[in-house]
C-alpha cells in the first residue's frame, strides 16, 4: 500500500535550520510528483513546491524560495525540505503529498505532517 | 497570481444537503478537487477531476465545476462529515488552494 512517512516533530530557536523527510513506500518512487503543503496554527493549506520526482526539479510557489530548498534521494525513495534562517513564522505543519500523473489527479496520498516549532 | 475563494464557514443540518463553493477565475477551464480534513489529521481528498470520488469514498460526496464556481455537495450530512473542507486547483505549473470552509453539522 502506499504510504508516505514524515520525520518527527522539530523544535528549533530562531536562525536555525530544520531538514524534514518523506518517506515514500508502496509504490514506484518516480512515478509521481511530490508536493510540500504548509499549514500555521489554526489556518489553512498553503502550496509550497513541487518536485519533479525524475528529475529533482522542483517548481516553488511565490515566497519559497531562497530559505526553502526542496530535494530528493531516489535511492532511498525520500524527498527532503530543508528551511534555513527560521523564524517564528515558520511555525506550521509541513505535509508531504503524492501527486500522481495525468492533469486533475488531486494529491492522494499525504504523509501524517510534522510539526516544526520555531521558538527561543 | 490565480486566487480560489470559499466562504469561511457553512453549517447544516444532520441528513440536509451541504453546499460549498469555490470561486476563480475561469475555473470551469481547470480541474478542481477537494480535500476534507478533522482536527489533527492530514487532509484526505473527497473530489477530483472535478467530479470524481477516490475509492472509500462515501457516494454522498459529489463534485462540480462550470463558470467560475466549483460546488462540493454532501448528501444526507452526518455528524461525521464536520471538518473543513478545502479547495484545489491549477495554474499552470503551479497549485492553488482555497482558503478552506468550516462545515459545521448542527
Known amino acids: 500500500q502506499v504510504q508516505l512517512v514524515q520525520s518527527g516533530s522539530e523544535l528549533k530557536k530562531p536562525g536555525a535550520s530544520v531538514k524534514v523527510s518523506c518517506k515514500a513506500s508502496g509504490y514506484t518512487f518516480t512515478s509521481s510528483a511530490l508536493n510540500w503543503v504548509r499549514q500555521a496554527p489554526g489556518q489553512g493549506l498553503e502550496w509550497m513546491a513541487w518536485?519533479?520526482?525524475?528529475?529533482?526539479?522542483?517548481t516553488y510557489a511565490q515566497g519559497f524560495t531562497g530559505r526553502f530548498v526542496f530535494s530528493l534521494d531516489t535511492s532511498v525513495t525520500t524527498a527532503y525540505l530543508q528551511i534555513s534562517s527560521l523564524k517564528a513564522e515558520d511555525t506550521a505543519v509541513y505535509y508531504c503529498a503524492r501527486d500522481p500523473p495525468g492533469g486533475g489527479q488531486g494529491f492522494d496520498y499525504w504523509g501524517q505532517g510534522t510539526l516544526v516549532t520555531v521558538s527561543s | 497570481s490565480y486566487e480560489l475563494t470559499q466562504p469561511p464557514s457553512v453549517s447544516v443540518s444532520p441528513g440536509q444537503t451541504a453546499s460549498i463553493t469555490c470561486s476563480g477565475d475561469k475555473l470551469e477551464d481547470k480541474y478542481a478537487c477537494w480535500y476534507q480534513q478533522r482536527p489533527g489529521q492530514s487532509p484526505v481528498l473527497v473530489i477530483y477531476?472535478?467530479?470524481k470520488r477516490p475509492s472509500g469514498i462515501p457516494e454522498r460526496f459529489s463534485g462540480s465545476n462550470s463558470g467560475n464556481t466549483a460546488t462540493l455537495t454532501i448528501s444526507g450530512t452526518q455528524a461525521m462529515d464536520e471538518a473543513d473542507y478545502y479547495c484545489q486547483s491549477w495554474d499552470s505549473t503551479t497549485v492553488v488552494f482555497g482558503g478552506g470552509t468550516r462545515l459545521t453539522v448542527l
Open positions: 518536485i519533479n520526482t525524475n528529475t529533482g526539479n522542483p
Open positions: 477531476k472535478d467530479t
